[in-house]
């Protein structure tokens, strides 16, 4: 069974300085797509980034860059510019395969909280 | 953008009651899924569709249904609520690989 594992409990940043936030996943199928999410206090989960496994480059949206390293089975989450906004919980999440239906599965989740 | 829609946001059952979610996906997404939140949990997997039919069953009780109408738009129906039912319920949808969450339904059993 696929495993994804978020080492960071619980995260400071300082206001405007870039974060990275840990996601390594487990798993013997070669394709795969892994998700990073942002839950606020409010309880939504907002989709952020995605990287398919056959992707070359890396994904990038915005202030949010994935660091895909497939050797390692690591795909980290860079905040650039860290915003108050950004307190939150991150959460890394990995499909496998690519048929229609497939589940996500989560880690546990990392809490970042951004000091002004 | 349209995004998913969950009601009700809020719901309060007692225990040995029944209670109904509802989703309505992002127009033209033809896979929903649900997932369970407890509190300081991750979500868990219970049960998707695709073209209203049952596509993949996660850790979803036998006490919960779940189906998928001609519109696309899903029920999730729970039986003999238990206190352990409370929790977060996200509906998603997907075209492609994306998922897209709603915005939940908090349940609590009494």
């Known amino acids: 069974a696929q495993k994804i594992t978020q080492t960071q409990p619980g995260m400071f940043v300082q206001e405007k300085e870039a974060v990275t936030l840990d996601c390594t996943y487990d798993?013997?199928?070669?394709?795969?797509?892994l998700f990073w999410y942002k839950q606020p206090s409010s309880g939504e989960m907002i989709f952020l980034i995605y990287?398919?496994?056959?992707?070359?480059q890396n994904a990038t949206e915005g202030r949010y860059s994935l660091n895909f390293q497939k050797a390692r089975k690591s795909a980290n989450l860079v905040i650039s510019a860290s915003q108050l906004g950004d307190s939150a919980m991150y959460f890394c999440a990995i499909l496998i395969g690519d048929n229609a239906g497939n589940m996500l599965t989560f880690g546990g989740g990392t809490r970042l909280m951004v000091k002004p | 953008a349209a995004g998913v829609i969950q009601s009700p946001r809020h719901l309060i059952k007692e225990k040995r009651e029944t209670a109904t979610l509802k989703c309505y996906p992002i127009?033209?997404?033809?896979?929903v899924y649900w997932y369970q939140q407890g509190p300081g949990q991750d979500p868990q997997f219970l049960i998707s569709?695709?073209?209203?039919?049952?596509?993949d069953k996660g850790s979803i009780p036998d006490r919960f249904s779940a189906q998928q109408f001609s519109d696309y738009h899903s029920e999730l129906n729970m039986s003999s609520l238990e206190l352990g039912d409370s929790a977060l319920y996200f509906c998603a949808s997907s075209l492609a690989d994306e998922q897209y969450f709603g915005p939940g339904t908090r349940l609590t059993v009494t």
């Open positions: 798993t013997s199928d070669p394709s795969y797509g």
């Open positions: 569709f695709y073209e209203k039919m049952q596509s």
């Open positions: 990287q398919g496994s056959y992707d070359q």
């Open positions: 127009p033209r997404h033809d896979t």
